[in-house]
């Protein structure tokens, strides 16, 4: 049992980080070409682990081969080129040990009077993922646990501005029956922050979507109008930008201006489409979040930044402190005579905050936002080839097509079109079919292991995704997918 000045000695801690370092530069390097996917049951995965809690210490080197030899090898390999999945990033590497880095230092981010410099380096941030997104350079905020945190923080920010007497005397003080109304593609996080919030699930409004998965605006609004004259009170429009199934983009310019002729807030979820506004080969994809009162946005999706580092952006700081107001005593105000630095509690549902803004700032100032534009652009474009090459597959169709760096595509086989178009009874058994296709098929490739898709529901059924999220992927990885492409079907269809 080590003493406690033994623990920060720097033999100790110099021995512990160049083993972490060794191992992770193994990691990194290794993971490249191993398999994504484990076969270890969890059965077998408790056996491992499962023991009462531990009153003797180990010794780190042993602690750190457990870690290699246990922990390691039974991960998902989300980090691997092959990975075309859910959005899970490859991290930056500086932000690997950014997150190191902000352990040691375990400021607490709540108030400024214990980060100060950690807090003026989040407003920062803020403002870089305001200039990068498109929103505004100038914009407020924090980060957040995630996209769900941050959208549900976007969603109490519009109630405050509708009726800001719930915040202390809840929604029964107010006296009125709210709505808010999304896509039907849109992430959980707004179903459940709608929950939270006390206004129960039925006060989310599910506005139907085109083909190309954006909303239709035309049914938001008749929808509007119906639920005003129905006494409902139409309190936030949420626009997504970049959909988790199909990475659709809604037309945000009509829906700030929907927003604005009801008089109501417009939130933005840009959690994962967020980097698509450095795009310079495709500009304006978000064209219309400079609109937004706020705006989700998660460095831990696609700007390559280790879980976990979400955030919300917003105009108004003051009008922010108003929502969440907090009185404190017991936590000391900043000494800063002008202007100090922001006491993100005062802001947000967080208390103690760890310093996730260095591992966002190290990755913007390690990389800088040209290396982002180059790898989103290179991203946007493989998605786009893939989604041309699947055109030229017989027995395969695109789904949705690509907005953003995901595509998603279904197997036909020329029986199943057929029967589908000719419509009754036998379509319905050809779509269920059809469906079940695609999830054999993405499980199938998950068991192959070197690549990883996903299958999701979007307009018209199910549909396999592929998400370019990884900066490491390139033509090499997207071309020996598609060319495993039809094998994977073929196997998954006939069950081998
Ligand atoms: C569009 C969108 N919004 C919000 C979220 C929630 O983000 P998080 O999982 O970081 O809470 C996601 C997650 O995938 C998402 O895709």
Redesign the pocket.
């Known amino acids: 049992m080590k003493n406690d000045p033994e623990l920060n000695s720097s033999e100790l801690v110099r021995d512990i980080g160049d083993r972490v370092t060794a191992i992770i530069s193994d990691c990194l390097e290794s993971r490249i070409t191993q398999s994504i996917t484990d076969p270890t049951g969890v059965a077998d995965l408790r056996t491992l682990f499962e023991e009462p809690l531990p009153r003797e210490g180990t010794d780190h080197k042993e602690l750190l081969d457990i870690f290699t030899s246990s922990i390691v090898p039974h991960t998902l390999v989300s980090t691997s080129p092959g990975y075309l999945g859910?959005?899970n990033p490859t991290p930056a590497t500086m932000s690997i040990f950014a997150d190191a880095l902000t352990s040691a230092l375990n400021q607490n981010q709540a108030a400024s009077h214990h980060s100060p410099v950690g807090s003026v380096i989040e407003e920062v941030v803020i403002r870089w993922l305001g200039e990068a997104t498109g929103y505004v350079a100038d914009c407020f905020g924090h980060l957040t646990?995630?996209?769900?945190?941050?959208?549900m923080t976007g969603l109490k920010l519009a109630l405050h501005r509708a009726a800001p007497e719930v915040r202390d005397h809840g929604l029964a003080a107010a006296g009125r029956r709210f709505t808010v109304y999304a896509s039907d593609q849109?992430?959980f996080?707004i179903e459940r922050s709608v929950d939270m919030l006390g206004l129960g699930r039925a006060a989310l409004r599910l506005v139907p979507t085109h083909s190309d998965a954006t909303v239709d605006i035309g049914i938001m609004k008749s929808m509007m109008e119906e639920d005003r004259r129905d006494g409902l009170e139409p309190f936030a429009i949420v626009g997504?930008a970049?959909?988790?199934a199909s990475g659709a983009v809604d037309p945000l310019p009509e829906l700030a201006d929907l927003a604005n002729e009801n008089g109501i807030w417009f939130h933005v979820?840009a959690?994962?489409?967020g980097a698509a506004g450095l795009s310079r080969e495709y500009p304006g994809i978000l064209t219309g979040i400079e609109r937004a009162d706020s705006v989700?946005v998660?460095a831990?999706?696609w700007f390559f930044v280790p879980f976990?580092a979400?955030g919300i952006l917003f105009r108004d700081q003051s009008f922010a402190e108003d929502t969440f107001q907090n009185v404190a005593g017991y936590i000391p105000d900043s000494e800063a005579a002008e202007r100090p630095p922001t006491d993100y509690l005062k802001q947000g549902l967080a208390g103690t905050r760890r310093f996730n803004a260095l591992k966002v700032w190290m990755a913007f100032k390690h990389l800088g936002a040209d290396w982002y534009t180059q790898v989103v652009d290179r991203q946007l474009t493989l998605a786009r080839n893939v989604a041309d090459a699947i055109q030229q597959m017989p027995g395969w169709q695109i789904a949705v097509p690509p907005a953003t760096a995901i595509v998603t595509f279904r197997y036909e086989p020329e029986e199943l079109r057929a029967a589908i178009e000719e419509g009754g009874e036998q379509a319905e058994t050809a779509l269920m079919e059809r469906d079940r296709f695609q999830e054999q098929i993405a499980a199938a490739v998950q068991q192959d292991g070197r690549h990883w898709i996903s299958a999701a529901p979007v307009p018209g059924g199910f549909a396999l995704r592929l998400n370019v999220i990884s900066f490491l992927t390139d033509e090499e990885v997207i071309d020996s997918f598609l060319s495993e492409l039809p094998r994977y079907a073929a196997a998954a269809i006939s069950g081998t």
Do not use: E, P, Q
């Open positions: 859910l959005m646990s995630g996209g769900t945190v941050a959208n849109l992430h996080s997504i970049g959909a988790t979820d959690a994962y489409g989700t998660d831990h999706k976990v979400g």
